[in-house]
C-alpha cells in the first residue's frame, strides 16, 4: 500500500447556478441552497470525505476558493457542520477554475508530495462510500506522477456533459486518458456510452501539488506567476484570504480541463459509479429529488390535480396546479417560473434578458444574506418599505446613519440592544423605537438566540444605498466619523420600480 498522504480537499465555491433561477442567483447560488437534503450542497461537498477514518490517506482540513459575495454564508455554512477550513480565499473576479486551482495550490506549495482533491461545491453525490473507494484506488495513481480525474460512470447519452475515454490500463483501477470530448450530439453521446469505453468529466481531479504545479507551467506558464503575485500581494481579511485584485485581474481565465487535463501527457482517469449529478437543470434536479406515485415532487404548499412528471416548488404561498405534465413551476417571494422540462436549458436566456433589463431579480434574492444575518422585504412601495430582519446570536450591525429615511424597530422574539445617538438601550419582545432620519444607530443581538424584528421605513428615499456606515466589524467600508460626507442625493431606483415588457423567447 502506498504511504499514507497528507490530502487536501480544495472546493471550489465560484459558480452561479443560473439555470436554477429562481432559486438560484448569483448572490445565492445554488451550492449554497438546500436543494436535495437539510444541508447545503457546499456542505454536502465539505462533508464528503470527513467520515473518512480509515484509508491511505490522512485528511486534511478544506480549502475553499469563493467570491466576495458569498464569503459570509459560506464562513457560516461549514461553521454550521462543524468544519473549520484551512483556508477561505476570496476571489475579486471569476477567472474559472484553473487559477483557482493553482492559488489552493500555491498555498499547499511547501508540501510538494501532498494530495489535493479539486471538487466543484455544487455537484450532489448521492453514492459517497463510492467516492471514498474510488479515492483510495487514485491515490496511489497520483503518487505515481499522474493526474487523476475521476471518471463518472454514464447512465445515459447526456449532451449537457463532457466526456473521457480512457486509454491503456495502468496499475491498479486506473487507466490512461485517451481524450476529452466536449458536450457531443445525441448520436455521438449515445455510441460513447454504448463503447464501455467513455465516461463523464464530472470536474473531480486528484493530484500532487508539486505536479499540477508543474504541468500548469507547462501547458499555461502565465497562470502559476500571475498567480503568485496575486497570493503575495494579498492579504487576511478577518478569517478569510483575499486575493489582490489588481494582480489576479491579470491571470488568464482558463479551465482545468482546457489549460492542463487535455494537454498533459500524465493524464488518468478513475471510474466511480457513485450517484453523480451536476444539478445543472430543474430536469436534472427532478430526477435527483423524491416523487409521489405520479411522478411530481412537490415541495412547500403545494395542490397538484391531474398532474404528471412534473417539479412544483413554492418556498412562498399556496400555489396550485392542474392538468400538468412534464412541466417546472418554481415559486419564490418575488419571481415565479413556469416551464415544459424539455426547455429548461433555456432558463439561462431568462435570466440574461433580465440582467439586460436592469432587473435585480435576476442576481438578488427577497432575502438578502449579510455577515450579521439577513432581511427580506415583505412589502414597499411610495415612500415605505418593510422587512423582516434575523441577527445572529452575538452579531451586529454597522454603526450608521441614514438620510433619507427613518425607522420603526419592533422585536418579534430575541433580545435587542440598540444603540440611538447617545443613548444605549435593551428592547425585548413586543417592544419597539423609533430612529429618526439623520440619527446614529445600531442594532446588536446580545443574546444565545436569534433576534427577529419588523423594520419598518419611511421617508423620500428607501434605497439600500442610502446608508453611512461609521463603524463595522465585519471590515465593510466605513465613513470613519459620524459627521463626515455631506448628504446625498438618492440613486434612481432599479428593483421593480415599473412593470416591464420582456418580450418572449
Known sequence: MSKAAHLYPVILSGGSGSRLWPLSREEFPKQLQ??????????????????????????QAPIVVCNDAHRFVVAEQLRAVGIEPKAIIIEPQGRNTAPAACVAALLLEAEPDALMLVMPSDHLVRVPEAFFEAVTKAVPVAQSGRLVAFGIRPTAPATAYGYIKQGEALAGAAHAVARFVEKPDAATAADFVKSGDYYWN???????????????AACEPQIPPACRVALGQGQNDLFFFRLDAAAFAKVPAQSIDYGVMERTNKAAVVAVDMGWSDVGSWSALHDEAAHDAAGNTIVGDVVALDTHDSYVRTDKQLTAVIGIKNAIVVV?????????????QKVKQVVERLKAAGRTEATAQARTHRPWGWFQTMDEGHRFKVKRLCVKPGAKLSLQKH??????????????????GDDDFTLRENESTYIAAGTLHRLANPGQAELHMVEVQSGEYVGEDDIVRIADDYGRSTEGSARSGSRPRPKAKTRKATARNLGTL
Open 34 to 59: 438546500p436543494l436535495t437534503s437539510e444541508r447545503s450542497l457546499l456542505q454536502e461537498t465539505a462533508l464528503r470525505l470527513n467520515q473518512a477514518r480509515r484509508g491511505n490517506f490522512q485528511l
Open 202 to 216: 464530472g470536474g473531480i481531479f486528484l493530484w500532487p501539488v508539486g505536479l499540477f504545479l508543474d504541468e500548469l
Open 332 to 344: 419564490t417571494a418575488d419571481a415565479v417560473l413556469v416551464a415544459d422540462k424539455g426547455h429548461d
Open 403 to 420: 438620510w433619507h429615511r427613518s425607522e420603526h424597530w419592533i422585536v418579534v422574539t430575541g433580545v435587542a440592544l440598540v444603540t440611538r
